[in-house]
């Protein structure tokens, strides 16, 4: 099954650097619909690490390498407005990778960048690197307060994220003091088809990290006030 974000790349405006540029639509514009934040469609940040990791993956040349993504920064919420399930504009995601390893994710449309969204850096090793064992009863054993699914997803829309189906992929979660464990699964409708972790997983890893919070503090005002969105 073809990555639906992997397309092969091509040269740069300046040396050194290309380009990878999909246009948004199809199941991938269904998924990214079903991330809400203040009634408007906003690309998560996980969309482009997808991206990076897809690209990495499957078009340098490196299948034998392994990558580690590092100095991730993300600014400009991309908000997309479709008319009836399409895009008024042809619209793309722009990866420019620089032969340093620097990158960064941007929209584009006809062809030209409109805003950065995402910068960072990936690095590559010849060699995998020893694998840790982890023993995932240990961390149920250390983990005995279950979080109810509730706690998660009623203050998010409290605060104006009322994520959707395809973003509600937390489906279970257990905590300690300092650890958490986690089961985060995608919608299986085929919107996630052929991803590498897909978009709506890895924003889950990003909700469940949310269980060291005193989750019912969303709801208050002060914290509204700070929240960002990637």
């Known amino acids: 099954v073809k990555h639906p974000l992997s397309v092969a790349g091509r040269q740069g405006p300046v040396p050194g650097l290309t380009v990878y540029s999909v246009r948004i639509g ?23 690490l997808e991206m990076v990791i897809a690209t990495s993956a499957f078009r340098l040349g490196k299948e034998s390498s392994k990558f580690a993504i590092s100095g991730v920064g993300f600014q400009n919420p991309f908000v997309l407005r479709p008319v009836d399930g399409v895009l008024p504009q042809a619209t793309e995601f722009c990866l420019h990778m620089h032969d340093g390893g620097r990158w960064s994710m941007n929209s584009a449309e006809s062809g030209q960048v409109v805003a950065t969204h995402a910068e960072g850096t990936i690095s590559f090793a010849d060699s995998a690197p020893e694998k840790q064992h982890i023993n995932v009863e240990d961390i149920r054993a250390r983990c005995p307060e279950p979080v109810a699914d509730e706690r998660m997803y009623v203050p998010f829309a409290n605060i104006g994220l009322p994520l959707q189906p395809r973003f509600r992929t937390v489906r279970k979660i257990d905590r300690s003091a300092n650890e958490i464990i986690a089961w985060v699964a995608a919608e299986e409708d085929g919107t996630n088809t052929g991803f590498v972790f897909g978009p709506a997983v890895i924003d889950g890893s990003f909700q469940a990290s949310c269980a060291f919070q005193n989750l019912e503090a969303l709801r208050s005002e002060e914290h509204t006030s700070e929240l960002q969105s990637p």
């Open 26 to 48: 199809g199941k991938v514009l269904d998924l990214l619909s079903h991330h809400i934040i203040y009634g408007e469609i906003v690309v998560p940040g996980a969309t482009y």
